[in-house]
């Protein structure tokens, strides 16, 4: 039986890990107004290539001075796979998605990701399936697709090869969180997210090279390197590093769902950047994205005791 100090500890380290992963949403959001800047002057893959380079740069440093723990030797190739599908497949798709489908549609079907990561977990028997987190993914994702009502109707023909492959981008994002959780814990957030960051980084830089995608950052200014720089520090360091704090401390879909945010902080950044129009369908998108959120992320008393006192 455990004491009322240790279900306490447990339960704030829950609502850390619900936090950190809604912040890194938040985060991923606000980084897409530097990705739409920088797309005009060079190509997406170059931007993965700063944005995973510059993040690993950043991490490294940080991980040898808190000296944590690093992925066993056992785990370097499951940590290198995962970052290649996470921090290489995943921005390729990304991109290569909204050469076909709009910013909105797009964020639509990467909203997807909870549904996948719920279904894909209780497949795999690494997390229950529960009628509160189902109906709590539900009510987000119709809260995402509220506060991009307006937008959803003006698709290009063919939006739905966009749409497949953002799809395809969030499946990558869903087993990353799946696989990645016992690496995680058997070493740390920081130092796990820095190998696999690397590999990446490593993948994209490379191809990159190849294609001469990097020609055109000899006319870089001032602007070009803040975003570019922007990207690195808070959309690869700060937001992976706060989303494998989350996975360490709770389950893959209660970290997914914090994904839905990033629409929604998109929309209020280009409000804000870009002067572009708020409607009332963002204010009730928003109420239904964070509704869905503590449905997901919320149990009774007595099944959150029973889910804390059992072992990992």
Request: with cysteine; aromatic share 10%.
């Given at each position: 039986?455990?004491?009322?100090?240790?279900?306490?500890?447990?339960?704030?380290?829950?609502?850390?890990?619900?936090?950190?992963?809604?912040?890194?949403?938040?985060?991923?959001?606000?980084?897409?107004?530097?990705?739409?800047?920088?797309?005009?002057?060079i190509?997406?893959?170059?931007?993965g290539?700063?944005?995973?380079?510059?993040?690993?740069?950043?991490?490294?440093?940080?991980?040898?001075?808190?000296?944590?723990?690093?992925?066993?030797?056992?785990?370097?190739?499951?940590?290198?796979?995962?970052?290649?599908?996470?921090?290489?497949?995943?921005?390729?798709?990304?991109?290569?998605?909204?050469?076909?489908?709009?910013?909105?549609?797009?964020?639509?079907?990467?909203?997807?990701?909870?549904?996948?990561s719920?279904?894909?977990?209780?497949?795999?028997?690494?997390?229950?399936?529960?009628?509160?987190?189902?109906?709590?993914?539900?009510?987000?994702?119709?809260?995402?697709?509220?506060?991009?009502l307006?937008?959803l109707?003006?698709?290009?023909?063919?939006?739905?090869?966009?749409?497949?492959?953002?799809?395809?981008?969030?499946?990558?994002?869903?087993?990353y969180?799946?696989w990645?959780?016992?690496?995680?814990?058997?070493s740390?957030?920081?130092?796990?997210?820095?190998?696999?960051?690397?590999?990446?980084?490593?993948c994209?830089?490379?191809?990159?090279?190849?294609?001469?995608?990097f020609?055109?950052?000899?006319?870089?200014?001032?602007?070009?390197?803040?975003?570019?720089l922007?990207?690195?520090?808070?959309?690869a360091?700060?937001?992976?590093?706060?989303?494998?704090?989350?996975?360490?401390?709770t389950?893959?879909?209660?970290?997914?769902?914090?994904?839905?945010?990033?629409?929604i902080?998109?929309?209020l950044?280009?409000?804000?950047?870009?002067?572009?129009?708020?409607?009332?369908?963002?204010?009730?998108?928003?109420?239904?994205?964070?509704?869905?959120?503590?449905?997901?992320?919320?149990?009774?008393?007595?099944?959150?005791?029973?889910?804390?006192?059992?072992p990992?």
């Amino acid at each position: 039986m455990l004491s009322a100090k240790t279900l306490k500890g447990g339960i704030v380290n829950e609502i850390l890990a619900i936090l950190a992963a809604v912040l890194s949403s938040a985060l991923g959001g606000t980084s897409i107004g530097a990705t739409r800047y920088l797309v005009g002057s060079i190509d997406p893959l170059a931007i993965g290539s700063f944005r995973f380079g510059i993040g690993f740069l950043l991490l490294l440093p940080l991980t040898l001075l808190r000296r944590d723990h690093w992925p066993e030797r056992e785990d370097w190739a499951a940590a290198t796979g995962l970052g290649i599908l996470f921090f290489a497949l995943f921005p390729i798709l990304f991109n290569a998605s909204l050469i076909f489908t709009t910013a909105a549609r797009g964020a639509l079907a990467l909203s997807t990701l909870p549904l996948l990561s719920l279904v894909i977990g209780a497949a795999l028997g690494s997390e229950a399936l529960t009628w509160r987190k189902s109906i709590g993914v539900v009510v987000a994702t119709s809260g995402v697709a509220v506060a991009l009502l307006s937008d959803l109707s003006a698709a290009p023909s063919g939006a739905w090869r966009g749409d497949l492959l953002m799809m395809a981008a969030a499946l990558c994002m869903a087993l990353y969180g799946i696989w990645s959780k016992p690496l995680i814990r058997r070493s740390s957030p920081i130092a796990f997210t820095t190998m696999s960051m690397a590999a990446g980084a490593v993948c994209l830089i490379l191809l990159s090279s190849f294609r001469g995608s990097f020609a055109p950052v000899a006319n870089f200014g001032t602007p070009q390197w803040l975003a570019a720089l922007y990207l690195g520090a808070f959309g690869a360091a700060l937001t992976f590093y706060l989303w494998a704090f989350a996975l360490e401390r709770t389950t893959p879909t209660r970290v997914a769902i914090s994904v839905t945010v990033n629409p929604i902080t998109a929309s209020l950044v280009g409000a804000w950047l870009l002067n572009e129009p708020l409607r009332w369908n963002l204010a009730a998108g928003i109420v239904a994205v964070f509704a869905g959120i503590w449905l997901a992320t919320t149990t009774g008393r007595r099944v959150q005791a029973i889910t804390i006192s059992s072992p990992p």
